[in-house]
């Protein structure tokens, strides 16, 4: 076994803790860790960090995790954002969610996508929104730049004045952290707009 992908590295998680693949644990940590970077750079901390996850179960699959990091790993396939409408290509699956999320999508110094993640579900307005949950992930992982998004249920992407200062408020801790909010894109149905292209980035 000279490569490894999501199935191999579940099956390697799943014969290390003694868990069938699609169980708690292994579906736990693939829920939080879900590209095989993030995997390969987990520590034993993030894993105690997991219910269910003793001493003994994080340092034997960081002992598997450093078998893994042995073999040459591929390089994934990420896709790469230049525009509004590429982002929207991305994010299209959000058009048919029936609840609000809120999104953040890490890129790297050449707008390739490295990670998204579903920062929280639910009415979008600043309080909910910490910075703290939207930027945790861009700094682990060390992004260039991030894309935000949300959707709009109702169908209807005019952003409110709640959206407006969300978006203001993330691009000021963005520039404090040196991770610039480059987009703020609201979905609704087929349709979507680019806060940036509406001038509040």
């Given at each position: ?10 099956i390697?998680?799943?014969t ?25 750079e987990?520590t034993?901390q ?30 994934e396939q990420?896709?790469?954002i ?28 050449k ?14 307005n ?14 682990r ?9 949300h ?22 801790v ?14 609704g ?7 940036k ?5």
């Amino acid at each position: 076994m000279n490569t490894f992908d999501q199935y191999t590295f579940k099956i390697l998680l799943a014969t290390t803790i003694h868990e069938k693949e699609d169980g708690y644990l292994v579906s736990e940590i693939f829920n939080r860790y879900s590209s095989i970077q993030d995997l390969l750079e987990l520590t034993e901390q993030e894993l105690l960090q997991i219910k269910g996850i003793g001493k003994a179960k994080a340092k034997q699959i960081i002992a598997a995790l450093k078998l893994a990091r042995m073999n040459p790993c591929p390089i994934e396939q990420r896709f790469t954002i230049r525009s509004p409408e590429d982002a929207y290509k991305y994010l299209r699956d959000m058009a048919y969610l029936t609840q609000e999320h809120f999104v953040v999508l890490g890129l790297n110094t050449k707008n390739e996508v490295m990670f998204r993640e579903t920062v929280f579900i639910g009415s979008l307005n600043a309080s909910i929104v910490h910075p703290r949950e939207t930027f945790k992930h861009l700094i682990r992982r060390s992004c260039a730049s991030a894309i935000v998004a949300h959707n709009h249920p109702s169908g209807q992407p005019d952003p409110s004045r709640e959206d407006i200062e969300v978006t203001k408020r993330l691009a000021e801790v963005g520039k404090v952290v040196g991770i610039e909010v480059i987009d703020h894109l609201i979905i609704g149905g087929e349709k979507y707009i680019s806060l940036k292209e509406k001038g509040y980035l």
